[in-house]
């Protein structure tokens, strides 16, 4: 089965830095784009960032709100995906979710998420 763990998330005050990690593992041929979600109380879910397979940050994609401020990567060795997030503000504040499209020999491909990593940025 394929899994996707989450990690790196906390309590920070608001202008501090977090960086999140999320790995793929388990059995799997390929992984497809990589994005981070996020969703506060009360609200929808929504795409922070996104990269693509090759990892090509020049195509990556950012929402409005946290572009300058964020920055997704990935390692494709290690089949992690990175969300570097600096200048937070309590805006920021929710749950982050890992999200990627991997490819495996017995379901195709599939979209798979994390469990979650709450961040909480303090004012």
């Known amino acids: 089965q394929v899994q996707l763990v989450e990690s790196g998330g906390g309590l920070v005050q608001a202008g501090g830095s977090l960086r999140l990690s999320c790995a793929a593992s388990?059995?799997?041929?390929?992984?497809?784009?990589m994005g981070w979600y996020r969703q506060a109380p009360g609200k929808q879910r929504e795409l922070v960032a996104s990269?693509?397979?090759?990892?090509?940050?020049?195509?990556?994609n950012y929402a409005d709100s946290v572009k300058g401020r964020f920055t997704i990567s990935r390692d494709n060795a290690k089949n992690t995906v990175y969300l570097q997030m600096n200048s937070l503000k309590p805006e920021d504040t929710a749950v982050y979710y890992c999200?990627?499209?991997?490819?495996?020999?017995?379901?195709?491909?599939?979209?798979?998420w994390g469990q979650g990593t709450q961040v909480t940025v303090s004012s």
């Open positions: 990269i693509t397979s090759r990892g090509n940050t020049n195509y990556a």
């Open positions: 999200n990627a499209d991997i490819v495996s020999d017995y379901v195709g491909i599939r979209a798979y």
């Open positions: 388990g059995r799997f041929i390929s992984i497809n784009p």
